[in-house]
């Protein structure tokens, strides 16, 4: 039987699986937050290391230590750069969180990496940043400040599940009218 | 043993499964039909959100409401583009559904979106709307006007299925001869 | 010297030469008048053949007349794909009219074709079709509702001309103060 | 002013130059026909070297004998494959002529080359040989049987010009009525 | 352990399926001889659907019967073209067989396809068809006269497989002498 | 005649003009002062508007002013993206330049879209930014700290011209030995 | 539960199996000992056939002998390119291993067929050939001089595995000090 | 008039430039030997920097010096690589040459970078390279042994010039007989 807003596959067909990369700030527990928000929906999580001073020196750790520290950086970014490349390619979606503190410039690296390869993103940040991000966020699916929005964004996305209603909500029918008609425009 | 109009595959390769993404209408139930008429196939069904009401609010439900219309439809809009652009994309098929009634100018946004990435389409429409719709046809594998017909299609192509013969039927070979020869052209 | 929002070149550089397709509507002198508009800027127009009759009948009347209207319009229409599509393709931009009559599926078929090929699009439309419409503009840089703000658009893309001032005009400064901070967010 | 059906350009602007690849036959004078059917036309021609002696052992000439005819063959082949590839590709359209002499397996390889690529086809033969051509005429713009043909559909495209009216010509306008409706399908 | 001249995968990991279309011939059982002689390998093998009455009218038969042959055969083209281009397109290597009889176009047409996407073509042709092939050959991997022979260059080219020993064989270095030398070399 | 490292063209072949894209910081007047450093190469510049005011405006100035500040962002950036990315996509080499202040997120996202499209780019930052670019610099040609430096590059790029011998300078050859041996490795 | 650095996948998602193709030497047994040291990695290894003797005469085995050796080498080496082109294409990382003998020019090759195909690479090779290849490692993520580093990289890339500490390790903090700030710049 | 073996251009448009990258060896003059011999066709060479001590230390002295000679290499070869790989890429042949000393691996790896872009390429080298290169040639439109053969195989491909009759040659039709006998007629 078919039901409405969901995929109309036979009970045999294995359940899409989406790939879903977490650009971004690693100095808050928003990925492991997300992954439970999405634990009942087939999403697969990727992203770079996180860890911090690992991420500084795995490079030079395997590479052997270099004496200035750009050709340092270069060859631990350059490492980096395969996991967090690699999985940015694959992505279905690419979440960008952008906080308060540091320049976070590979974050804003990684979201013009997944724009030119045509992989939407959304971004989380604090309201306030909003103005400083608008070129990121004109080239994204939709701009939210928690992590819980972007787990409702995959849920209706994924299986249809109606949102949870807002505060004081009202309905786009009961504001402008029903069906296609717009009077008024603008 | 190998027969005719089949896959050549041993008993040990999984079939190949058809990715068929089902654009277009949203207010009768053609996807059920089709999902029903190919239940026997390998084919994985795809679509748009058809809740027509949710799929206008979802996005405001999720970012918050806004004040102007074409903003708060922008916000929708982009977020459903997150399932439908996913799913077009890694379509093998897409078949989009054109009615009597409305617009339906995100059906022919759709085909023609799969037409720029080379993706076969079929149509399904009335005959009377066939003028209007001659640029989508003339890109499409073939314009129907029933399910049935589609449903035909895929079995005849996944599994080289006789389609049913039509009433008053003549085969080709008894009206113009057997064999390649043409004599007297078009 | 250098001048500030122009572009770089020396003297001796051609200026870049844009390339805007413009589709959708026929039957007013919309091409006429956005042409005259942006005559001063290094802008080439292209467009489909826009003779309602002839575009109908140029198929046959190379092909050979055919007794069913399908295979007709079909012949016509591909003829007509080879000149739209060799457009589209190398198009910078892609302006899309909408008006209040017609299905113009053709003009939603060839503004999805644009998107999917990354080819950006503005639409112009009266601000009630706006609703119907929201899926073609999710797509778009731009939705207005004149020949003479495409032309603008496209003086302040090329050559940073600054727009006329609206009637009443507040500058965002004036409303939500200099600079980056965006106290309040949305 | 602008006129009807015409490029929108500036007097400044130069006109698009089209690229037509004429593929197969070599055997008749058919190239420079329709070259001087289009000398009115902003169209550079390109083609294979339609010497066939030549073709043949060029190759070898620079590279030196070979002792095998298949590698002979070979060598020729691919110098002649660097000017047929590097043509085929930057073509807007190629030309295939088929007759009814040889097997012209280049002809119809180079068919389904540029499909492959997206590039639109127009195939020139004799009418009888229709059910041959099937498969590459499915993939072509238009079948036509003369290059007269070719030069109109080209003309059209390129200029809008209307193709002469062929004899006992009924408009569709005549037959099916005017406008869009389209009552009674096919 | 590692063994030369294979895939130095763990055992959990499941060996690459090679996807093979056998393109051209349809009027021997050389089909189900391939499938049979690379039986033992991971290959799929896929193919147009090769009942020729039926892929003549399967189309018209959905479709409904066309009066012209033209449409006819248009129509069945292109839903065969569903099947063929699919498969084509995700094909790791196309194996295309020409024999004396018929045009086969098609087979050509498709050979061309495979090679504008790269990806690499066997041809099958008695010997004596080797010239008028020479522009399909030079786009092949290899050209042989036989199916075991293809699947002696599956079997060598999955597993590593020494091909049958010919008659008479003198192996290279017996013949130039061994390694690489280079003299001169640094 | 042939000169060692310049390009072998004869007179009569315009030479090979650079289109560079320069991104970031729009503050200073850095891009005049790059356009002066290169005025005597084949170099065309392009870049953003670097109007900051009428960047932000200009999108609400056409469509009309929108009372929410993401979305009047919203917008001016897609107004904005249709200059930026148009002239982004086309480069042959990307400048971006990163400075102290400001969180300069789009000059991040510009990089990112660049080396996703396989444009080559050289950032120009003070030192003491060079770990927080690490992610970007690992995707540069260079990352200099002037102007000057990139005019250099480009001038030893284009024309092969030796770039002014730094103080204190001991050529490889001296420090390493001449010729390709590199005894004792790192 | 979320653990640093690692994938954030409910345990029903597959693990991603990364492959990574084995290029150049054939003489020693590198890809054994890499086979070994990532056993318990999610790696699929790919690579050439590595019998010397045998990728030599594989290819005139199966056509046939051949008199002149560039034509008995064309063949063969486009057979052996079947298996090679297929795997390097699909690889997430090419492995390249150069050594003191020989010309390696088919492992300088592959490197260059991944490069622009973006797929990263990782050079193997004693330090002192480190000048020779500073055009092959400009376009790698590392250069190192052992197997082990190798499967370090690929344990740390997948797993976030730290590296083990190499003797008389001083981290980057405690060189340079904690914290973005980079004072002294390079 | 029509001429055959000739660009079918009306005079008045200008005649195709092509575009040949010069790779390899920089230790003889065959640049600009190749320069004059094709000094009358309009093709544009490119080619690396080939002053090999400013190749080496270029980029040091604009980056500044390095303490490694690795860091010092590579930034050295990234510099390079953005005259060689920005020429490369729009080449329409590559042209490598190897010579019998020196490892070359450069050249390897533009030839597989070449190939890899589907961009052909022609070798020059001696003889006695053939079987070490056979990779390299397997993926060649074709590998000759001196400067000359590759300005006549330029001189066919562009212009249809017969190459030099060499000596003793007896054409194909001499010793395999005329035409395109197909025994077994269609």
Redesign the interface.
Known sequence: ??T??R????SA?PQ???TVY?SGEIHS?W??E???AV?HLPV????P???H??S???????????????????????????????NLKEA??VVVK?GEK?????????????????I?IITIH??????????????A?????SVE?VA??LD???N?T?????KD?????D??GKG???????
């Open positions: 039987m078919w409405s807003i995929r109309f596959a036979s067909t899409r699986q989406w977490l527990p990925r492991a997300l992954a439970e634990s697969t999580l990727t992203g290391n996180d860890d001073a690992l500084d020196d795995a490079g030079a750790m395997i590479y052997g230590a270099v004496p200035t520290r750009p050709h340092w950086d270069s060859i631990g970014a350059r490492l980096n750069g395969l996991r967090t490349t690699t279905d979606l952008f540091y320049r976070q410039w590979n974050a804003a690296f990684e979201a013009g990496y997944a724009s030119a390869l045509n939407p604090p309201p306030n940043l909003s103005h400083m991000l608008k070129e990121v966020n004109a080239n699916t939709m701009a939210v400040d929005k409702a964004a209706y996305t994924i249809g109606e949102p949870a209603t807002p909500w009202t309905p786009s029918e504001i402008w296609n008609p717009n009077p008024g425009g603008k």
